[in-house]
């Protein structure tokens, strides 16, 4: 990982990468129908886990290149994971997308912020970034510009590294 920190540039300086890979929450969140489901959902994927909400401004202004980099990077190996935190009601989160033409992130919620608070995110947006086990293996707090270079870089060489 110390490969990764020295290839942070600009708003990837603020990628906090960890020593040793960490634990992640068990907590359930709710699909956009409704159903539960934990982070283990997705182990076997690299996954930048987005904590968001439709009031946030920075949340609405890096939530389209989340998007751009779900495009580009999404499949069996990568995915973006959005997951909204606190009472947003779904069709709120519907109307939010809609208004910023996002139409391949998932529309998941964590209506009691039980997941969040369970992994110390205390302000909005915070993305995770987890390993292929499920672990956190970096973090960044506040808005970044997902889509850049640097940001598409770093992801590609954990997406590789972890083979």
Same mark, same amino acid.
């Given at each position: 990982?110390?490969?990764i920190?020295?290839?942070?540039?600009?708003?990837?300086r603020?990628l906090?990468?960890?020593?040793?890979?960490?634990p992640?929450?068990?907590?359930a969140?709710?699909?956009?129908?409704?159903?539960?489901m934990?982070?283990?959902d997705?182990q076997?994927?690299?996954?930048? !886990?987005?904590?968001?909400?439709?009031?946030? $401004?920075p949340?609405r202004? &890096? %939530?389209?290149?989340?998007?751009e980099?779900? /495009?580009e990077?999404?499949g069996?190996d990568f995915?973006?994971?959005?997951?909204?935190?606190?009472?947003?009601?779904?069709?709120?989160?519907?109307?939010?997308?809609d208004?910023?033409?996002v139409?391949? !992130?998932?529309?998941?919620?964590?209506?009691? $912020?039980n997941?969040?608070r &369970? %992994?110390?995110v205390?302000?909005?947006?915070? /993305?995770?970034l987890?390993?292929?086990d499920?672990?956190?293996?970096?973090?960044?707090i506040g808005?970044?510009?997902?889509?850049?270079?640097?940001?598409?870089?770093i992801?590609?060489?954990?997406i590789?590294?972890?083979k």
């Amino acid at each position: 990982m110390s490969e990764i920190t020295e290839m942070r540039e600009g708003d990837m300086r603020k990628l906090i990468v960890h020593k040793e890979p960490r634990p992640v929450s068990s907590k359930a969140f709710e699909d956009a129908n409704g159903n539960a489901m934990t982070l283990a959902d997705y182990q076997g994927k690299i996954v930048l !886990l987005n904590f968001w909400a439709t009031w946030c $401004a920075p949340c609405r202004h &890096e %939530m389209p290149m989340l998007s751009e980099l779900q /495009t580009e990077l999404g499949g069996d190996d990568f995915e973006v994971v959005t997951l909204s935190t606190g009472r947003g009601p779904l069709p709120a989160i519907k109307k939010f997308f809609d208004s910023i033409n996002v139409d391949n !992130l998932p529309m998941h919620r964590d209506p009691k $912020a039980n997941l969040a608070r &369970e %992994m110390a995110v205390h302000g909005l947006p915070v /993305t995770v970034l987890l390993n292929r086990d499920g672990q956190e293996i970096g973090r960044l707090i506040g808005d970044a510009e997902w889509n850049s270079d640097n940001a598409k870089a770093i992801l590609a060489r954990v997406i590789e590294t972890s083979k």
